[in-house]
């Protein structure tokens, strides 16, 4: 179904003056807005095509058997999971701090149910990180007890390390790929099961990122056009 929503967005925000920054937002079905009255956030999908110098480069002494390779690549895709994981829960926690602190200065019509609740409800369920997509709205709204579910999915596409990426950048003139991170913002409507509201936000450039600052940035950015304010 969706886990759709939109990053330890393993990666910390931290902007230079080449970033870019490219975002839009859509009201689909504005009535069914207006009768949101409590709404879940989910665990964000999270993807990272990334590399990192320290992760893949074989430590031991000689030449390094077919099993030792392996072996290797197996556990750099489990800490891949692992991260991604991690970063999903991180971006639900932290998109609901963001959104209830902007709620104490301007109040929105709906409440947003607390994440804790959201993953136990969901864990009662047997909805789980891994399956959450294969279930529909009307199991997600049994399971949870909202009008309507928030979502995210987060891509970071990360050619080189950081440090590795800015010196490439300076000699080869500005011919390597650029870090990238995009996200999409989305808000299903529990009784049809339709797409209500979409956002979509791309950073491009010499990007460090964090969960927190890409929630506050998402927040921020979309503030003119998220749905239920008075």
């Not at 709204?141 to 080189?160: R, W, Y």
């Not at 010499?206 to 008075?230: C, E, G, K, M, Q």
Request: proline share 4%; net charge neutral; aromatic share 6%.
């Amino acid at each position: 179904m969706l886990r759709s929503l939109g990053v330890a967005l393993v990666f910390a925000l931290t902007m230079t003056a080449c970033s870019q920054r490219v975002y839009t937002a859509k009201a689909l079905v504005p009535e069914a807005l207006t009768q949101h009255k409590l709404v879940a956030i989910l665990p964000f999908e999270v993807r990272l095509d990334r590399i990192r110098m320290q992760d893949i480069t074989y430590a031991g002494t000689g030449t390094p058997s077919e099993t030792t390779i392996e072996q290797h690549r197996k556990n750099w895709e489990e800490k891949q999971i692992s991260q991604r994981r991690e970063v999903a829960y991180q971006l639900q926690q932290e998109l609901l701090n963001q959104l209830v602190a902007r709620q104490a200065k301007h109040p929105y019509k709906v409440q947003f149910q607390n994440v804790t609740e959201t993953n136990n409800r969901l864990e009662r369920a047997g909805i789980t990180y891994d399956n959450l997509n294969d279930h529909s709205m009307a199991e997600l709204q049994a399971a949870l007890g909202v009008d309507a579910v928030l979502s995210g999915e987060t891509s970071l596409f990360q050619p080189m390390p950081n440090g590795v990426a800015v010196a490439l950048l300076v000699l080869t003139n500005g011919s390597i790929p650029q870090n990238e991170v995009q996200t999409s913002v989305t808000i299903h409507d529990c009784r049809s099961g339709d797409l209500v509201w979409k956002f979509d936000h791309q950073l491009v450039g010499d990007l460090s990122t964090n969960p927190a600052t890409l929630a506050r940035i998402l927040v921020r950015n979309s503030a003119r056009t998220f749905p239920y304010r008075p």
